[in-house]
């Protein structure tokens, strides 16, 4: 059966070898945009993609507001400290993620706290949030924060993260974020394209985060960004990202301490690039998800799909194998036949720096994490 799932995925990407995770494409104008930075020598600070990156960014995911930075992590920490997140905190998240969300929460000072995800979406369970909310914490009325029991520390976000592109069930959470009086900031790193009944990820909470590392769906080299539709927010954070500086056309006056975590113009011309043929690279790749699905759905493996309120990216398609003992001899048979496949990530709450974090129960997290494998799943164009 495995050499049939490897000769399967190489007739998928022919000219490949080895087949890739995920490999980024440059199919329009980005070398033209790049030489166009070179030859006005606008590559850094100043110059016009930055703006245009922002707008085509805002319109296409439909937020009010975009703000173009240097990588995705730093656009979480940004918009978790926007949000209100202090020093000693408690934010929730969950244990199947990549290791920049727990990470962009240490940057605030503040600690993870793991609440396990739901088997079909792979994000955070509205319900296991709630429950764990209702079992843990009190609600002080005077100062309208929810505060941990246990530890006497206010839960200060709410991160659920929409895990390999396969929407949440968000509504859910902001629904029992509300109750609380808890911020939402999605990480939407991995869901550029991805909508949940009809609306763009990254929009239902206070504000999300998108990231354009080269294994992302689109890419700008490094890159992340912070979508809003909070005005005071979207101010906040473009200002803070750029040294706090007050414009002027030649005095430099800052008026707090701040970051510079600005998108550069280089990055930006790819990105817009890219941005000019996204509805290409998310139909492309749901269209690959189909083939995938179709293959799957024959020999009785689970493949991962997109539920009825969901349309996916499917940045990296997945299928679950019946235990871990089958799932290494697949990603071992894989990997040495050239074609990279890889497992979830270790979860959070095993990583020595986050072992001591509190968490709910992560039964769910620990089976996908058990039985998961990625597949390799770049644009499938001519000649690449
Ligand atoms: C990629 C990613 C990020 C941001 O990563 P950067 O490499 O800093 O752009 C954040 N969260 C998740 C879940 C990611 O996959």
Known sequence: MFEEIIEFIKSLYPNQNPVPLHAPVFLGKEKEYLLDCIDSTYVSYVGKYVNRFEKMTAEYTDAKYAIAVVN????LQIALQLAGVKYGEEVITQPLTFVATP????????KPVFIDV????????????????????????STKRTINQSTNHSVSAIVPMHTFGFPCRIDGIVEVANKYNIPVIEDAAESLGSFYKGKHTGNFGLAGI??????????????????????QL????????????????????????????????INAAIGVSQMENIDLIINNKRETA????????????EFIFENQYSKANYWLNSILLKDYSLRNKFLIFANSNNVQCRPAWVLMTKLKMFSD????????????EERLINLPSSLRVPNH
């Open 357 to 368: 974090c509190i968490k709910g129960d992560i039964f769910n997290a620990l089976q996908l």
């Open 210 to 231: 998108l990231s354009y590392n080269g294994n992302k769906t689109i890419t700008t080299g490094g890159g992340g960004m912070i979508i809003t539709d909070d005005e």
């Open 118 to 141: 739901d088997l079909d979406t792979l994000g955070m369970s509205p319900e296991k949030l709630e429950d764990w909310l209702k079992k843990n914490t009190k609600y002080n009325q």
């Open 72 to 75: 995705g992590t730093v656009a």
């Open 290 to 301: 189909l083939l995938y699905k179709e293959f799957f759905s024959n020999r009785d493996i």
């Open 103 to 110: 990470n962009a929460i240490s940057h605030c000072g503040a």
């Open 234 to 265: 979207a101010v906040k954070a473009k200002h803070i990202t750029t040294t706090a500086k007050i414009p002027h056309p030649y005095e430099f006056v800052h008026d707090e301490v701040a970051y510079n975590y600005r998108m550069p113009n």
